[in-house]
Nanobody, 114 residues
Framework: QVQLLESGGGLVQPGGPLRLSCAAS????????MAWYRQAPGKERELVAS???????KYADSVKGRFTISRDNAKKTLYLQMNGVLPADTAVYYC????????WGQGTQVTVST
């Protein structure tokens, strides 16, 4: 069974950078489109960014121009570079295959605050 392990979250000041990682324990990673999601307190989980198996990326309007999704297929790892973070970015961040076919991991908490 595939396991997803998100890391890199923490407390960051508004305007600061943060880099999230997601390691996937799967024998096959490169063929899958991957995505980052987030869930803020009291809200539903939402799609933040996705990356296809050929590297094509898409972003939610709320993070466009600030966040960058990338992947290292050799390391079976997905990344989310977050720049210019806002308090509204505070959430638990999760990764998954773009169709959510794998079990969800524990996520990594991102808190943007002074």
């Amino acid at each position: 069974q595939v396991q997803l392990l998100e890391s890199g979250g923490g407390l960051v000041q508004p305007g600061g950078p943060l880099r999230l990682s997601c390691a996937a324990s799967t024998t096959m990673f490169a063929p899958y489109a991957m995505a980052w999601y987030r869930q803020a307190p009291g809200k539903e989980r939402e799609l933040v960014a996705s990356i296809g198996n050929y590297g094509r990326t898409k972003y939610a309007d709320s993070v466009k121009g600030r966040f960058t999704i990338s992947r290292d297929n050799a390391k079976k790892t997905l990344y989310l570079q977050m720049n210019g973070v806002l308090p509204a970015d505070t959430a638990v961040y999760y990764c998954n295959e773009a169709r959510n076919i794998w079990p969800w991991g524990q996520g990594t908490q991102v808190t943007v605050s002074t």
